[in-house]
């Protein structure tokens, strides 16, 4: 056999494959470009846009079924919110919290600061200072605070004399009719104290203790955390997070169109996103394509052959 015949063997397979494969090739470039429709003298060039540009919005609309009736399901999240690696996560989330405010060395107003802004944090703190001066003006302004006071003065007087002989004589009539008008100036003097300078010194004791709260360390507040209490948190946390998950996550999904959300964004992605997508999911697939396309090319190439002979 000389050399013009092998090569005129070997040519209609060589061509079989190549224009296979390249068809194939073609086909699948085909599936996206051209991105947008293309006119020639007026009319649409037949298949532009591609497939997948032309049917964007179709395509769009069944994934979103897709993905809202047999993807995002409440069994499936739910099951996926309560497996135990995600109640790990969170139990380990919870200990690192813990840890790092048993480490924080910030003040209370700097920590809070941080998250919710000075002013916030420093109108919370005037807020409460100023109902608790309001809780304590309405203490301080009535008058049997001074009465029980003064009472309670006389009865702890009785108990601390006994039944000696100072205790005989506190024990009277007399004495009795004694304590029945020092009772009742003692509660007037008891209650103009507490309206003065009394009222001064306990709101300025309310506003230190608020300041010393405030300006202590995070550390020295959650340094006295034992394990039980922490293993407590955790379990209390963990039983909050799976009764939400139970009761909002239904509430939730009915709530949220998840097909219209997925249809949107497919939708507002341009083609060469989409594309890429497409094909860094399943371009090994797509070139397998191309080879086969040239195989079977080549296998009908040989299969000329023998109509050839």
């Known amino acids: 056999m000389e050399i013009f015949d092998i090569v005129r063997l070997l040519v209609p397979v060589a061509l079989g494959g190549i224009i296979g494969a390249f068809t194939n090739y073609i086909a699948i470039k085909m599936m996206f470009r051209p991105y947008t429709e293309k006119r020639l003298f007026g009319f649409t060039i037949p298949f532009t846009p591609g497939i997948i540009p032309k049917r964007q919005n179709d395509l769009a609309k069944a994934i979103g079924k897709v993905v809202s009736d047999n993807l995002v399901d409440v069994d499936g999240i739910s099951k996926m ?46 807020r409460v200072n100023g109902n608790l001066a309001k809780k304590i003006d309405g203490i301080v302004s009535d008058e049997k605070i001074g009465q029980t006071i003064a009472v309670s003065a006389m009865s702890a007087f009785d108990d601390k004399i006994g039944d ?25 003097l008891i209650n103009d104290v507490m309206r003065g300078d009394g009222r001064k010194m306990i709101l300025s004791i309310v506003d230190d203790e608020i300041n010393r709260f405030a300006n202590g360390t995070v550390a020295s507040w959650t340094a006295n955390l034992s394990d039980e209490k922490i293993e407590s948190l955790k379990h209390d946390v963990v039983k909050l997070y799976s009764e939400k998950v139970k009761t909002e996550l239904p509430r939730l999904l009915r709530t949220v169109d998840i097909s219209k959300i997925v249809e949107d964004k497919i ?7 989409v594309e890429r997508l497409v094909l860094d999911v399943a371009n090994n697939e797509l070139y397998m394509l191309v080879w086969l396309g040239g195989l079977l090319g080549a296998i009908i190439g040989v299969a000329n052959i023998f109509f050839m002979i």
């Open 81 to 126: 919110l309560l497996s135990d690696e995600t109640i790990g996560k969170l139990e380990a989330k919870i200990d690192e919290i813990i840890h790092s405010l048993q480490t924080n060395e910030s003040s209370l107003r700097t920590f809070f600061s941080n998250y919710a802004g000075e002013e916030r944090v420093e109108n919370l703190i005037k």
């Open 164 to 188: 000696g002989f100072m205790g005989l004589l506190t024990k009277n009539a007399l004495a009795d009719t004694i304590k029945d008008k020092i009772t009742p100036k003692l509660a007037g």
């Open 267 to 273: 939708q507002s992605m341009d083609m060469p996103t």
